[in-house]
Structure formats: structure tokens, C-alpha cells
């Protein structure tokens, strides 16, 4: 009888689901953005695949990396949901009419996007002397892994082992995010797992259900929690409201918890190895704790666009101050990072020729537009520069006023730039490319997961990872229509 109760709970949380479904895909159908809502499709998919192969595993190293992924993918979703709230709520403001006084002087300019890198990540631990030094007392391990998001990107670091003969957690391979606005947010998460834990069909995960009603609003959230405090017998219901943002249903196997965290942002940037202070969660008395320093450690850097990507090109003639009039140069000028590059020829941009030379255009830089001669199309840009305490003017000619509003455009654009991504475009930072990541050892007594898994598979694994749900056929009924109606 308990077995038929906790099966009628599972039905009604997957039916629940496909209504949550329903509800998110009117979100993202309203936004008319359909790529978040197939990443959110993608990452669901991807969760029931982690709990059917953490349903599967007879190792405990690969039962680990399941319930890494399960964490992970958990998170993805979260965050996308996150993300079209957030999106919802920014569209009900445009449509708020705006009071006369509340109007004043907006500056539309935008920063431009950016890649920001965390590498060496190593997280130092305090071990007792008698644990370290005598090797004494019961021999203690961890599972644990980092999670690192940074608006909707989402990565995960590989899983790492820890006991007392370690003095640090590391983390080498860098995680690139290649969407980053100058205001950004990257929280780093540390999760950890007892490696010798007895796991068991756990509860709800009561976090993480905070954490989905407080992004809900208040009587949505309301519901949520109630509904997550029901006991196993109980009906969850959402009194015909808009259905409720569920968690994953309860798996049996290993669980991560959140062991530590910190934020980063732009004022953390440096092209140098740097400390960092952790907000550490839990205590001594739980299995997955570990004797953390309170600190971590790692290179936290971030290449703007404006200092890798062309910001502006085109063909000007340039003239130093000074020279003679008649002698300007006719080149081909790109706008890139702090620097002006001007070559004889457009081709010699493909193919990495060295520029004829280079104007400095940096946070110190003046820059302004005048005419040459008012009866001319013809329109001029100053450039000024200080060099060894001595100002270097250069004057840039265009052939139209068109063309001198594109480029003073780009030059504000630039300095805008760098303003907002600041000590970022003193130079250009540089970031390692991430090596491959290599597979979990698995010893020849274990065996692979793939033929754990056989007995399982069906033809096609995308088949196992939508293997429909049993549910009602009022409810098969109400999903047929709106899926039909929705393509």
C-alpha cells in the first residue's frame, strides 16, 4: 500500500509538471522568445535522464557524478526560469505609462558585452593536526564540485574527492563566460557529498523550494511551500491557479549540498591570482562538511568587445599637427581596444599585416569634430593625445558629414565603454582556452554505466528521456489541445 501512495504522489507531481510546462511556455510565447524556452525543454529532458541513470547505478563514484548532473541541470532550470520572469516583469514595466515627471533624461547608450574568465580556482582547508599531520581519527570524505553562473550561463566544474591528505580543493581548467554585461554577477557555489553516506530516498528538497516560491511572489510562493510541506500521502494541489514551479521528484542516491559560496563582479578583475572570501553554510555536525578555510583563491579576469573586436572601420585621410596640409595619408583605420590601427590597404587587416602606424585612443584622450571648410562636404576629427608632456594632435578627414557622425558615434560608444568596463581596458587580459575534459576513470571490476544501463535502454535514448507519464486522460486531453494549438 505505501508503494501505490508514494506512486499516486509521483503521478501527480509529473502531471503538475506538464502544467508548469504549459506555463512557462505562455511566458516565453508572450515574450516571443523561444530559445530560452527550448534550453528550458533541453535542460528537463537532460534532469530525467540524470534520475533514471541515478536510479541505475551500482557504483558509488558513478552514482555521484549522476547526482552531479541532477544538481546541475536543477540549476539550469531554475536559472532560465529566473531569467523569463525577469523578462516578463521588465515587459509589464514598458507598458506602465510614465508620469510627466517621472520623465527626464535617459541616456540609451549600452555597454557592450564582454567574456569574463575564472581559472586556478583552489579553496584551501583546515585540517586539525592530529588529522593531518598524525593521521589520526576516522578517515573523512567528500565528493564535491563547483557550480559557477553568471546571468543564464551555467557551468559545472569536474568532481574532485576530498579527505585529510589534501590541503586544498583544486581547480585548474577554466570556465569562460562569453555573454558578460560590466554590472555582472558570477556566484560560485561549492557542493559537497559525503562519499561513504548510506543514501536513501530523501525528502522534498525544501531549499530549493524557497527558493522557487520566493522568485514566484508572495501568494504564489505561499502555495508552493504548502504544497511542498504536504506529507507523501497527501494530494498537492494548487487550487486551479497557474501551476507551481515543482522541483525534480525525489530520487534515491547521493545528495550535494551547498557547502560554501561568494559573488564576483568587475571590482574583482585583476590579470593576477587573487583572495577571495567565502560565506560558508552548514555545520561540523554534517556529513558532507568540511573543514573549509573561509577563503578561496583563483584568477578572475574579463576581455570586453571593445578590446578584442572591431568596433569601427573605414577609410580616412590622417594628418599630424603641424605637418603640411596637403600631405595627408589615406588609410584604412580600424577602431579595436586602445589603439586607432591605420594601414595602407583593407587586405592588410585580414591577413595580419603590422598597421603604417597607430593612434592612441584611450580613457585620456580628446576627441573632437570641426569643420574644414563650410563650403566643403568634407569634415574633420581632432585627436589629441598627451606624450611625455608634450600633446600630439592627429586630424582625420572623412568624406561626408555621415561619415564624421558614424565615427564620433563610435568614439563615444568606445569611451563609453570603457568607462563602464574600467580597469578592463587598461590592456587586453588574457584567457586560456578550457582543455577537454577527460573521462571519470572507471576501473575494469566496475564496468561502464552504458551496460549498467542495458538492461534499461530502450531504441533510442531520446525515447528514454521523454518515456511518456502515466496521467489522466482529462489532463492527456487538456495537454493535446494546448500543445496543437501552441504549433
Excluded at 175 to 201: K, N, R
Excluded at 395 to 413: C, I, K, N, P, V
Amino acid at each position: 500500500m505505501p508503494t501505490d501512495k508514494y506512486s499516486n504522489m509521483e503521478e501527480k507531481l509529473w502531471i503538475l509538471e506538464d502544467l508548469n510546462m504549459m506555463y512557462i511556455r505562455q511566458i516565453a510565447l508572450s515574450l516571443q522568445d523561444s530559445d530560452i524556452q527550448k534550453k528550458i525543454d533541453h535542460e528537463i529532458r537532460m534532469r530525467d535522464g540524470a534520475c533514471k541513470l541515478l536510479a541505475a547505478c551500482s557504483q558509488r563514484d558513478q552514482a555521484l557524478e549522476a547526482a552531479k548532473s541532477l544538481q546541475t541541470c536543477s540549476t539550469r532550470i531554475m536559472a532560465y526560469m529566473s531569467e523569463l520572469q525577469r523578462m516578463k516583469e521588465a515587459q509589464v514595466m514598458q507598458n506602465i505609462p510614465r508620469r510627466s515627471s517621472d520623465v527626464g533624461p535617459m541616456d540609451d547608450r549600452l555597454p557592450c558585452k564582454g567574456k569574463v574568465a575564472i581559472s586556478d580556482l583552489r579553496i584551501p582547508l583546515m585540517w586539525k593536526d592530529t588529522e593531518y599531520f598524525k593521521n589520526k581519527g576516522e578517515l573523512h570524505r567528500c565528493a564535491v564540485f563547483c557550480l559557477l553562473h553568471l546571468g543564464g550561463e551555467i557551468f559545472d566544474t569536474d568532481m574532485v574527492i576530498v579527505d585529510r591528505t589534501l590541503t586544498d580543493i583544486c581547480f585548474d581548467n577554466p570556465i569562460i563566460f562569453s555573454d558578460a554585461g560590466p554590472g555582472f554577477q558570477l556566484h560560485v557555489e561549492l557542493y559537497s557529498c559525503c562519499f561513504e553516506e548510506d543514501y536513501s530516498t530523501g525528502s522534498t528538497p525544501r531549499k530549493l523550494a524557497s527558493k522557487l516560491s520566493s522568485s514566484l511572489g508572495r501568494s504564489a510562493g505561499k502555495k508552493l511551500r504548502a504544497a511542498m510541506e504536504s506529507g507523501p500521502g497527501s494530494p498537492v494541489s494548487n487550487g486551479g491557479a497557474s501551476p507551481l514551479l515543482l522541483p525534480v521528484p525525489s530520487v534515491q542516491g547521493p545528495k550535494y549540498h551547498l557547502l560554501a559560496h561568494t559573488t564576483l563582479s568587475l571590482s574583482h578583475v585583476q590579470d593576477s591570482f587573487r583572495t577571495h572570501d567565502l560565506t560558508i553554510s552548514g555545520s561540523e555536525e554534517c556529513s558532507y562538511w568540511l573543514p573549509l578555510y573561509g577563503s578561496m583563491c583563483c584568477r578572475l579576469v574579463a576581455q570586453p568587445n571593445c578590446m578584442t573586436q572591431r568596433m569601427m572601420s573605414g577609410w580616412l585621410k590622417v594628418r599630424q599637427c603641424g605637418g603640411d596640409p596637403q600631405s595627408c595619408s589615406k588609410v584604412f583605420a580600424v577602431l579595436k581596444g586602445t589603439s586607432l590601427f591605420c594601414y595602407h590597404r583593407q587586405e592588410d587587416v585580414e591577413t595580419n599585416i603590422e598597421p603604417v602606424f597607430t593612434i592612441g585612443i584611450n580613457k585620456e584622450t580628446r576627441i573632437r569634430a570641426s569643420d574644414k571648410d563650410p563650403h566643403s562636404k568634407a569634415q574633420n576629427i581632432c585627436i589629441s593625445n598627451q606624450y611625455g608632456g608634450e600633446e600630439v594632435t592627429h586630424t582625420l578627414t572623412t568624406e561626408s558629414r555621415e561619415d564624421t557622425h558614424g565615427w564620433m558615434e563610435a568614439f563615444w560608444q568606445h569611451f563609453y565603454d570603457m568607462s563602464q568596463w574600467r580597469q578592463c581596458c587598461d590592456d587586453v587580459m588574457k584567457i586560456e582556452l578550457p582543455s577537454p575534459r577527460k573521462p571519470a576513470p572507471i576501473t575494469p571490476k566496475q564496468g561502464s554505466l552504458y551496460h549498467e544501463m542495458a538492461p534499461l535502454a530502450t531504441p533510442s535514448c531520446e525515447g528514454l528521456l521523454l518515456q511518456d507519464n502515466a496521467v489522466s486522460a482529462e489532463i492527456r486531453a487538456l495537454l493535446s489541445s494546448y500543445y496543437s494549438d501552441s504549433y
